[in-house]
């Protein structure tokens, strides 16, 4: 649409049409849907619905077991991991040094005061489904986390 | 909104099964006065740690605002358990 703008500027800068004709040819570029949106809506999916939830399963099996697969599944409302992240945000400095040395120690390289609500929010963006596979020796374990 | 109920469900290998079904708006109005004799405690641990005992309360009711709609599903041979909270 700035572009076909921008042409009409410059004919009528150029002496190409009058100002009454460029007046019109705005106007009617106004009032036509943009052509980008208008053909791609029959072909584009819909876009994503905003994720509520979090959801994490975890399929446990003893291979050692006769029994069957041990299954949880949590659902938490993504409010209440946004509510953490700010509870985070007031946890005194001696206990986030704290947690952070222990994070460090385990090769986890994160400060806990630095994330953010923003932080969270780009993680869910960008978490679509996440399946981890963990295998022991006498267990293997299938863990996804995905937002619904 | 804080949840007002809890539904838990306790079933065993041996198919006995048992639904409780908790108002956890009774249990809010218990721990109610329970909460307001503890908080000059919280205040003062606050003071203590130099934390801003709003915001802390604040987190707190926000924590337990977002608890609504909380599923918690635990399946094993032996027995499965599950809580909704809502």
């Known amino acids: 649409m700035n572009e076909n703008r921008r042409r009409i500027l410059e004919m009528l800068a150029k002496g190409q049409i009058s100002a009454d004709e460029a007046e019109r040819l705005i106007a009617a570029l106004e009032k036509e849907p943009a052509p980008t949106?208008?053909?791609?809506?029959?072909?584009?999916?819909?876009?994503?619905?905003?994720?509520?939830?979090?959801?994490v399963q975890v399929e446990e099996q003893k291979t050692a077991s006769a029994h069957g697969p041990s299954v949880v599944n949590v659902r938490v409302p993504l409010q209440l991991l946004r509510a953490g992240v700010k509870l985070a945000s007031i946890i005194p400095e001696q206990a986030r040094d704290h947690?952070?040395?222990?994070?460090?120690?385990?090769?986890?390289?994160?400060?806990?005061?630095?994330?953010?609500p923003e932080n969270l929010e780009e993680i869910i963006d960008q978490l679509d489904d996440i399946v981890i596979d963990v295998d022991k020796k006498s267990e293997k374990a299938k863990v996804r986390i995905f937002c619904e | 909104m804080i949840p007002f109920a809890a539904d838990i469900t306790i079933r065993r290998r041996d198919r006995r099964t048992w639904n409780l079904w908790i108002p956890l708006a009774v249990v809010w109005l218990?721990?109610?006065?329970?909460?307001?004799?503890?908080?000059?405690?919280?205040?003062?641990?606050?003071?203590?740690?130099?934390?801003?005992?709003?915001?802390?309360?604040?987190?707190?009711?926000?924590?337990?605002?977002?608890?609504d709609d909380t599923e918690i599903d635990v399946d094993k041979p032996e027995m499965s358990f599950s809580v909704h909270l809502y």
Do not use: F, M
């Open chain 1, 99 to 116: 947690v952070n040395g222990a994070l460090h120690d385990r090769g986890v390289g994160i400060d806990i005061g630095q994330i953010r």
């Open chain 2, 30 to 67: 218990l721990l109610l006065p329970l909460a307001i004799l503890l908080l000059p405690v919280i205040l003062i641990a606050c003071l203590v740690r130099d934390v801003d005992p709003a915001c802390a309360i604040a987190a707190l009711w926000r924590i337990l605002n977002s608890l």
């Open chain 1, 37 to 55: 949106t208008a053909a791609a809506s029959g072909s584009e999916t819909p876009p994503k619905p905003k994720p509520k939830y979090l959801r």
